[in-house]
């Protein structure tokens, strides 16, 4: 009876309360961050966010129903004064909200942090209602009788059924591992390092337990302990986990984390006391602070057998649903902490207390396991570490990194686990620190967009002017393609277009992500690492070779765009009304088709057309729930995927067919490529967001020319970038010479093949769009060097082998000369578009 009236009259009411105020911080912390605005607010990649801002002022009322509920009690002596503050404040935000809504106001600005901070003062008024108000009520015990082994069983089986568990989810993930030998070998290396952290965390607990037991009031010391240790664990998971995804390392960053750390422990500390049983003493302070996982905890053998399906259901639909949709393995790592907490806490109701028989035998088990905790350590951090344990032949850093990106609870346990070789700390951290400092340029520091000129001056077109028709398809990839991929069978309309095109097999995108791949395209050039900076259209070079040569422009205009383009009287805007998000590519075709068939004939103004379709984006496929058609089957694919590759192929065939008609197309240069790649299950990746992986690196570009055009001549397998779209154009209409310059790209088509010699470099510097990410491809386009400032990672590959490439070992060369190449480009960009103040 208590644990429903707990359940249903506290707990749920008051989860909606916190739910509402924490999404609510979320929302307006995402408004401050640039990209985060840009990608979730305005192109609103997570949906619900604009319906969440829209009724933001009604849901509120909700909410503080749920909270006025359970207050109802607590209008009494002692806390009537503090009750009536908090409900009178709350409806005063109330009456606020509903004149003058919050969320659909908010911009990109630093107004938008302080409101993320000042919306999480509601928890922490109630939470000091519910530790004022009831905590005094609580009869605290002298002492917790037999916990310090229950807390060692409850560790090591925790730490072996969450290791056993995450291996066993592999078979129902998308594309999962096969397991064999080598990774069989890794299963017990991970139960392993699961035993080592939950042998630290038993360690944390019976230090809290040893000091409260030197207290007068030990049970309640130890909860308080407890409860600080809970919230500086949660403040390094906000931190290094939550934060750290969007970029926010800095020490705002940090502060932020503690306050949200400070803001949701209190409010888990102040539900623990409201649920301790009336009456009764509480004999264990840790016990107390798990009680809000434990309030719908029963004693009954069939109630534990339920807990325990519901667990691992949970594990299952979490491992399958975050894995697709995922921001670099944000949403599966919080899922897994998620997990592995509850399983904590009901393990711990599960073992019970301990008995007095087995008293004496909990003190040897406690020294073994300190013990074994400072032999794993060791073991863990030794660089030979792997040899010691004699794992399986095979088994080596590549297969642990492997294994770690589809096991996700290992991962974690061995990035925490992880030791980095001493020599390169100090470099590298100096590195990570400049790449940070140059990265998400914040909007409060203004910077103002160079003017960019791939030529010393433009000048008026002479002779024949080709129609232009550039197809930038998010996220495609060259391998779901049949002129790279023989294996592909489902694009037959590219295939036959690329028989009269020339495909460059050795492209690549400037930047792993659309907020700035898609600039970059445009401006023909590198650019700065803020969204957006202040006369964008200054760097627009394509938009300037266009009007130059007085092009009819149809150009679907998402929200880059609007920044980017200046005001262009001969742009018609293609998917007008419509959200990027939504942008298909048979339906643009299909209405550019009919504006190209419907236009003035005596308009003899040649053509250009730009769309960018999202078809294939992986939020797309999430959104439409992975579906394949009936009757398709596409083997060795990823299915959801190369369906969508298929109809977009039979849409473009369909325009390409009515160009024929309209005797257009022997006229007509059509590029079609993307801004990105896309990770679809490579060792466990999804998405792009921001990460520098080859299969988010590598891109498909093929170039038709119209018949006139075909005496230049292009080397298709040397590296290629989109940057070197626009400059391109500017070479095949006549605007020469193109300027060379190391953040510029380079006309892919020349009249004599040695004019291309002085463009070419030994490597080349790119960058994620959304974080301190950068890369070097050398080797021409062999080799890849990824330096991850978000993880503090590094990673090499050789790009040639598979979309995914093969991971190799960062040698001491390869970090010099990857070092050198990012310090020199950020330098030399800083120099192009300088940075007024350090962000920083």
């Not at 509120?60 to 404040?89: E, M, N, S």
């Not at 996700?408 to 390169?424: D, K, M, N, Q, Y």
């Not at 369909?654 to 309209?662: M, N, V």
């Amino acid at each position: 009876m208590l644990v429903r009236r707990s359940l249903v009259g506290f707990l749920v009411p008051r989860l909606i309360f916190a739910a509402f105020c924490v999404i609510t911080s979320l929302y307006c912390l995402i408004a401050y961050i640039p990209f985060a605005y840009q990608q979730i607010i305005e192109f609103r990649v997570i949906s619900w966010t604009g319906v969440f801002a829209r009724f933001h002022p009604w849901l509120y009322w909700v909410a503080f129903a749920c909270l006025a509920w359970t207050l109802r009690d607590d209008y009494r002596p002692g806390t009537r004064a503090l009750v009536a503050t908090v409900l009178a404040a709350g409806g005063a935000s109330g009456i606020a909200l509903g004149i003058s809504p919050l969320l659909t106001a908010l911009g990109n600005e630093p107004a938008s942090l302080a409101w993320s901070a000042v919306w999480l003062l509601p928890l922490l008024a109630v939470a000091l209602v519910d530790l004022v108000g009831t905590g005094r009520r609580i009869a605290w015990a002298r002492t917790a009788i037999g916990e310090t082994g229950r807390l060692l069983r409850t560790c090591l089986i925790t730490a072996v059924a969450i290791a056993l568990l995450y291996a066993g989810l592999q078979p129902i993930r998308p594309r999962g591992v096969v397991l064999d030998l080598a990774s069989t070998g890794v299963i017990a290396w991970s139960v392993i390092l699961h035993i080592v952290v939950f042998v630290a965390l038993f360690v944390l607990l019976a230090i809290i337990r040893g000091i409260a037991s030197r207290c007068r009031r030990t049970v309640l010391v130890e909860f308080v302990l407890a409860s600080a240790a809970g919230i500086a664990i949660l403040a390094a998971i906000v931190d290094n986990l939550i934060l750290a995804s969007v970029s926010m390392v800095d020490a705002t960053g940090q502060m932020l984390a503690v306050w949200i750390a400070i803001a949701v422990g209190l409010t888990l500390s102040g539900w623990a006391v409201r649920l301790a049983p009336p009456g009764e003493p509480v004999v264990s302070g840790i016990g107390l602070a798990l009680s809000p996982i434990n309030a719908v905890a029963g004693a009954s053998r069939i109630a534990r057998v339920l807990r325990g399906l519901v667990w691992v259901a949970a594990a299952c639909w979490l491992a399958v649903t975050t894995s697709v949709m995922d921001w670099n393995y944000l949403f599966q790592e919080l899922g897994a902490i998620a997990i592995a907490t509850v399983g904590f806490a009901w393990m711990y109701h599960v073992v019970g207390p301990e008995p007095l028989a087995g008293r004496i035998a909990s003190t040897v088990m406690r020294g073994v396991a300190i013990a074994a905790a400072a032999i794993f350590a060791v073991a863990t951090l030794a660089p030979a570490s792997l040899a010691m344990l004699r794992l399986p032949a095979g088994t080596h850093s590549s297969t642990i990194e492997r294994y770690a990106a589809y096991d996700v609870s290992f991962r974690i346990v061995h990035g925490l686990t992880r030791f980095e070789s001493a020599p390169s700390d100090r470099e590298m951290g100096a590195l990570y620190s400049l790449m940070r400092r140059h990265t998400n340029i914040p909007r409060t520091v203004t910077i103002v967009a160079p003017d960019v000129a791939l030529v010393p001056a433009l000048r008026a077109p002479v002779g024949r002017t080709p129609h232009v028709f550039l197809f930038v398809i998010d996220s495609l990839r060259p391998d779901y393609l049949l002129p790279y991929n023989a294996a592909v069978t489902f694009t037959p309309a590219i295939a036959r277009f690329a028989n009269g095109s020339t495909v460059f097999r050795n492209a690549f995108t400037r930047y792993g992500a659309t907020g700035l791949s898609e600039p970059a395209l445009w401006t023909g050039t590198a650019v700065p690492h803020q969204q957006y900076p202040e006369q964008y259209w200054r760097m627009n070079s394509l938009q300037k070779l266009l009007q130059a040569g007085q092009y009819q422009a149809f150009v679907s205009k998402d929200h880059i765009l609007q920044r980017l383009l200046a005001p262009w009287p001969a742009l018609t805007e293609l998917d007008r009304g419509r959200s990027a998000r939504d942008y298909d590519a048979c339906r643009t075709l299909a209405e550019l088709g009919g504006r190209i068939t419907t236009r003035n004939p005596a308009d003899r103004r040649p053509l250009f057309a730009y769309t960018q379709p999202q078809n294939i984006h992986i939020s797309a496929i999430t959104r439409e729930g992975a579906t394949v058609p009936a009757g398709e089957s596409y083997p060795g694919f990823y299915a959801p995927y190369a369906s969508r590759v298929h109809r977009l192929d039979t849409c473009f065939g369909g325009f390409l067919d009515l160009l024929r008609r309209e005797h257009l197309y022997d006229d007509s240069l059509i590029i079609v490529t993307s801004d990105h790649g896309e990770s679809i299950g490579e060792d466990g990746r999804w998405g792009h967001s921001y990460t520098l992986f080859p299969e988010v690196l590598k891109i498909p570009m093929l170039v038709h020319l119209p018949v006139w055009m075909r005496g230049v001549t292009a080397d298709p397998n040397l590296i290629a970038f989109t940057v070197d779209v626009t400059p391109t154009l500017y070479y095949l209409l006549g605007q020469r010479p193109i300027e060379n310059n190391p953040l510029f790209g380079r006309p892919l088509f020349t009249e004599r093949p040695d004019e291309l010699t002085p463009y070419l470099r030994s490597d080349y510097v790119v960058a994620s769009s959304y974080g301190p990410v950068y890369a070097v491809i050398s080797d021409a386009g062999r080799s890849l060097y990824i330096a991850d400032g978000v993880s503090n990672r590094e990673y090499a590959f050789d790009v040639t082998t598979g979309p995914g490439g093969t991971s190799r070992d960062v040698t001491d060369a390869v970090r010099d000369a990857g070092v050198k190449a990012i310090r020199d480009m950020i330098r030399d960009l800083d120099r192009f578009s300088p940075v007024p103040r350090d962000p920083q």
